[in-house]
């Protein structure tokens, strides 16, 4: 690595999940000498490494951390943080503030949404949109609500993660069987249950179709009892995590990509899913809901098909449209790569967070 590099800091809330590609992008990515912290860890060197702080059971000590921080940052000489997600930002504003260090707030989906972190966050958040140098969202409707929770809109920056187009390549859908694809974790916002029940309805129709389901959560076990109970379960395979190259396999075997987001009771909401992008990038039509981000990538009868949220008849009805007409799926998926190859790359995510970053870093 250039030592003559400026140095930066990304900070998770979480220690590396295995869903959050977009943040090992930015670490490897940016082209900046980039040290990543998950809160209550520090770096050994670089990169993905971390050890716990050595300080015993003191490290849950928040005025501890902070000041390790604070001491880890002013040794290394970092020149801005970039904190992946609004808790993160809200855990480094006081130290970047105290340091004079330009602070890059990156908001996804849960942290802008959900009731419990908005009641716990709301005086926090509204300290960290006067603190914070620059706010980021992947969705035009993210970027409404931060504004409805007190941002300033010119301190907001519209940025989808965007798909790895290298690793995500094209073929063409048509020519595969019927074969859908899901993948995500199983939890509520992207209900996997009701892609279940809309798969079971269109499997009436087509026998010979069938679902595939990668990805782990607390829904998981509940969704194989429920293939189960269906007497489907000769039909719905459950991979469980697999690697990001495997996914792109997947994606060149299938018909087409299907996803029921919806909006929680407690309002959990979704950015703008990367596994959308990343179907389209792969020539896969998408079969999805009109759920936050969603409609922004996926143009409906264009590149995929859309549904209300719990619309489970309909989405049935759109799985059996691309089941049986190989060519429409065909057409959706070729337009659908051409609209991520032009407006949703990963590529242009990096050089669109770069632009801010180097504004910043020059101010």
Known sequence: MNDSKRRIAIVSTNKEKYSETFIRAHVTKLPYYVFYLHTGYLPTKYGMEDLPLACGADAENKTLLKLSIKKFFIENKIELVLAQYGPSGVKMMDICSELNIPLIVYFRGYDAYREDMLKEYAADYRKLFQTASALFVVSNAMKAQLQRLGAQAEKIYYNPSGADTEVFQYHDAGKNPPVFLATGRFEASKSPHLTILAFEKALLQIPDARLVMVGEGYLLEACKILTKALKIEHAVTFKGIVSHKEVAKLMSQCRAFVQHSVTTPSNDTEGTP???????????????????????????????????????????QYIINLGENAALASMLGEAGRRKITRDFTAQKNIERLTTVIERLLHH
């Open 274 to 316: 990367v596994a959308v992008m990343e179907a389209s990038a792969s020539g896969l039509p998408v079969i999805a809901t009109l759920h936050a981000g969603i409609p922004e990538v996926v143009e409906q009868d264009k590149t995929g098909l859309l549904v209300e949220e719990g619309d489970i008849d309909g989405m049935a």
